[in-house]
């Protein structure tokens, strides 16, 4: 995905009001749980919940609501109507003062939420007291490009499972925290890591791999859920990675790519599939019925030298399906070959029913690009139906990196980063966020460094042009833009709608906001003191409906850091 960018440690900012605030013990020994289970054994997980969670008014089961990752929750207590009255109920400070991108669970008025540095929070939902917390005790080693940031947990039976930034898989005991098994997923040496939360599926827990900025091999892996036993691996990069040289994106664009110099280049180096990148940072969708999942390779490796990587370098920057059971490839479709600007395929997929060229409604799945598109597919086979209007500026696609720098719009950050997307099908309607952030490309061949960084050049932000967001709702049936409001500073978290009309997402300089689904009328806002970059989520307890968020901050766009969960309640 990205580069390193500086971190902060800036403290957030004291929130107003009599509000309690639940705080964590100070002093915890590494892989040791914090604090006495205050509650008895919750309820398990079953998969018959995780099937039917799309529907579900109570809980959050999955990282983006459902199997289906709409990320659109089913209550309507908290309405466009009454929406003004929201106030925080509870918030919690996390140990951890560092960006924040967790996208909590909630099951049965517990909520599961992470931090940084893979450390996990049981809280009671209803009030924010702390249950436990597992403090990862890290490896000698840990890489990753864009912060240590964890997205979250899956829940499954009586366990939660947790991704690492060494590279683990662990499984934690839901009602005490106490670590029941862990897996190696890879070698951290290599420039492995997980950031990404795992999902929970018929037994089988799926987590894919970070690493695109350090010539890994991309990967998705089933992992046996009681045991921690790999099932079946896939990986992103196959042997033969030179696909069917597209010279054009997939709206038709011509890349300007030199196929004889990159032919030539594949007879001289070889195929370079083992350390091609492809990393898989955001959850799949499954489709029970067709017993598949999809998901969202990202960049090639280096990002920005196609020198060394002759070929469309397969199957990065793709929309990927797999079976279910076995792993075994059933179709991709991929945005850009070869791509040498670093926008890759990160946010994650949505499946709906859409309609198809002929008008006729079809399985369809929906992913957000870096380009600033919305793609529309054929869940059958992947195929490509539509792609909607640009939610950004481009210009000068695709203009070719050189040493000292071309000007190209959209940056590398995009359109739409790893910010999950959501929709309303009541609407037809599917909603990002986006960045304008102007950037210019660099590049600069060097050889495979081992497990270290390794961009093939820089992708460098143009400090003297604006920069700036947007909040965007699409027709993903005519991929026409319905509205779009413009943010303050570039948009990263994610987005969520609900039954009641409201949009929820957040900002960088701290305010979240509620907007109108239907036209975009902003109905709310409250300042959080640090950086919004996470996507917010929803659920009821004792018949209270509640909308949640983490206010941390973000270390790919330098936001200002914190350590808050706040969750938020109608007011009396």
């Not at 100070?26 to 914090?34: F, H, I, K, L, W």
């Not at 380009?371 to 054929?378: A, I, P």
């Not at 947007?470 to 609900?498: C, E, F, H, L, S």
Request: glycine letters at 12%.
């Amino acid at each position: 995905m990205m580069t390193l960018f500086k971190r902060s440690t800036t403290l957030i900012a004291s929130l107003c009001g009599a509000i309690l605030l639940s705080m964590t013990v100070s002093s915890v020994q590494a892989q040791e749980v914090q604090g006495g289970t205050l509650y008895g054994n919750m309820n398990v997980v079953t998969q018959d919940m995780l099937d039917r969670a799309d529907g579900d008014a109570n809980n959050f089961l999955h990282t983006n609501g459902n199997y289906e990752q709409t990320r659109y929750y089913p209550a309507s207590q908290i309405n466009k109507d009454n929406v003004k009255n929201l106030r925080p109920a509870w918030i919690f400070q996390t140990e951890v003062v560092e960006s924040m991108e967790t996208s909590p669970l909630i099951v049965n008025g517990i909520m599961y939420a992470t931090t940084s540095f893979s450390h996990v929070y049981a809280l009671n939902a209803a009030t924010g007291a702390e249950i436990w917390h597992y403090k990862h005790k890290m490896g000698p080693i840990t890489t990753y490009c864009c912060g240590p940031n964890n997205r979250g947990v899956a829940a499954f039976g009586d366990k939660v499972y947790l991704g690492t930034l060494d590279a683990k898989l662990v499984a934690l005991d839901a009602k005490s925290g106490k670590v029941v098994w862990e897996t190696q997923i890879a070698d951290p040496e290599k420039g492995y890591s997980e950031t990404m939360a795992p999902t929970a599926v018929n037994g089988k827990i799926l987590i894919g791999t970070n690493g695109g900025e350090y010539g890994v091999r991309g990967f998705v892996k089933a992992f046996d859920s009681e045991t921690g036993k790999l099932l079946w691996t896939f990986h992103t990069t196959p042997e033969d990675s030179a696909g069917v040289w597209a010279t054009h994106d997939a709206t038709g664009r011509d890349m300007h790519r030199n196929i004889q110099a990159e032919r030539a280049a594949l007879r001289k180096l070889g195929d370079p599939y083992k350390t091609l990148g492809g990393g898989v940072w955001q959850n799949p969708a499954y489709d029970a019925e067709l017993n598949r999942i999809f998901f969202v390779a990202g960049n090639p490796s280096p990002d920005l030298d196609g020198s060394i990587r002759p070929g469309d370098n397969l199957y990065t920057n793709s929309l990927i399906s797999v079976d279910l059971d076995t792993g075994k490839y059933v179709c991709h479709f991929q945005y850009i070959a070869h791509d040498v600007w670093d926008l890759d395929a990160v946010s994650p997929p949505i499946l709906v029913d859409v309609k198809n060229m002929r008008g006729k409604m079809v399985p369809g799945v929906l992913h957000g690009g870096k380009t600033g598109h919305v793609y529309v597919h054929d869940r059958k086979d992947c195929s490509l139906i539509r792609f909607s209007e640009a939610m950004v500026p481009q210009e000068d696609m695709w203009v070719l990196p050189t040493k000292d720098g071309q000007r190209m719009l959209p940056g590398a950050n995009g359109g739409v980063e790893w910010s999950p997307m959501t929709t309303d099908t009541s609407l037809g309607l599917v909603y990002a966020i986006n960045l304008h952030q102007p950037m210019t490309y660099h590049v600069e061949s060097t050889p495979y460094p081992d497990g270290k960084l390794w961009l093939g050049g820089a992708f460098k932000v143009i400090a003297k042009e604006e920069q700036w967001g947007n909040v965007t709702a699409v027709d993903y049936n005519t991929g026409k833009i319905r509205w779009k409001v413009k943010t303050q500073q570039p948009m990263i978290g994610g987005i969520m709608a609900t039954a009641g009309g409201v949009v929820y997402t957040g900002e960088g300089n701290g305010l979240f906001k509620g907007y109108d689904s239907a036209t975009g009328n902003l109905l709310w806002k409250f300042q959080a003191g640090a950086g919004v970059n996470a996507p917010p989520v929803s659920y009821t307890v004792d018949g209270k409906q509640y909308i949640a968020v983490a206010a941390g901050g973000n270390v790919q766009l330098n936001y200002k850091r914190g350590n808050n969960i706040i969750a938020f309640a109608l007011g009396d």
